[in-house]
Nanobody
Framework: QVQLVESGGGLVQAGESLTLSCTAS????????MGWYRQAPGKQRELVAR???????NYADSVKGRFTISRDNAKNTVYLQMNNLKPEDTAVYYC???????????????WGQGTQVTVST
């Protein structure tokens, strides 16, 4: 099995910064794509940022220029640096990875447990 553990969430004021981390462990042959999603109460989960194995990144328009996604392959960790946070960023943030467990095996999707980010005015 593959387990993703998130950390770094918390309560901050608008304009402040926060960094989220997500570390994968377990039976992993190769991690391919890594990303962050968020879900506010009563709303649909949405993509925030994604980074491929080749280093290409994608961001939601609402966070572009404020958030930065990065990865440390040696640590099986993906980060989300969030600057100039706004109240509308308040949500539970989930990391997601696609990974294979054996050589030349299919990629499977794994989710983290979620971490709460609350931004006050």
């Amino acid at each position: 099995q593959v387990q993703l553990v998130e950390s770094g969430g918390g309560l901050v004021q608008a304009g402040e910064s926060l960094t989220l981390s997500c570390t994968a462990s377990g039976t992993i042959f190769r991690i391919n794509n890594m990303g962050w999603y968020r879900q506010a109460p009563g709303k649909q989960r949405e993509l925030v940022a994604r980074i491929t194995s080749g280093g290409s990144t994608n961001y939601a328009d609402s966070v572009k220029g404020r958030f930065t996604i990065s990865r440390d392959n040696a640590k099986n960790t993906v980060y989300l640096q969030m600057n100039n946070l706004k109240p509308e960023d308040t949500a539970v943030y989930y990391c997601r990875i696609t990974a294979s467990q054996v050589e030349r095996g299919y990629d499977y999707l794994y989710w983290g447990q979620g971490t709460q980010v609350t931004v006050s005015t």
